[in-house]
Nanobody
Framework: VRLVQSGGGLVQPGGSLTLTCTASGFTLNYYAIGWFRQAIGREREGVGCISERDVTIDYADSVKGRFTIARDKAKNAVILQLSSLEPDDTALYYC??????????????WGQGTQVTVSS
């Protein structure tokens, strides 16, 4: 049972990236998936979360209108689409699976993290 992340990299301000969180050993559609990020010298912050069966999708104010979370059920994955990227979006991004967005914590299943760097 694990989450494998892919995507990320270096992009110029204003650019776009796609992060993918793919589940292995369990069906992702039955879980809420949260996205988090942690920049150097800063605490981890929530980016957004899609609830079980896509009932709700919530975003942090800092990314609302720029980031989009969606499921790719055929690939047992959740996508985080990042657009209009800013240097402050530079961070290590993580996904996590749990029964409920408000229950994500250390005991949840976490991806390995993927780096997003926004720089000219």
């Amino acid at each position: 049972v694990r989450l494998v992340q892919s995507g990320g990299g270096l992009v110029q301000p204003g650019g776009s990236l796609t992060l993918t969180c793919t589940a292995s050993g369990f069906t992702l559609n039955y879980y809420a998936i949260g996205w988090f990020r942690q920049a150097i010298g800063r605490e981890r912050e929530g980016v957004g979360c899609i609830s079980e069966r896509d009932v709700t999708i919530d975003y942090a104010d800092s990314v609302k209108g720029r980031f989009t979370i969606a499921r790719d059920k055929a690939k047992n994955a959740v996508i985080l689409q990042l657009s209009s990227l800013e240097p402050d979006d530079t961070a290590l991004y993580y996904c996590a699976a749990e029964f409920g967005c408000d229950k994500i914590g250390q005991g949840s299943v976490w991806g390995q993290g993927t780096q997003v760097t926004v720089s000219s």
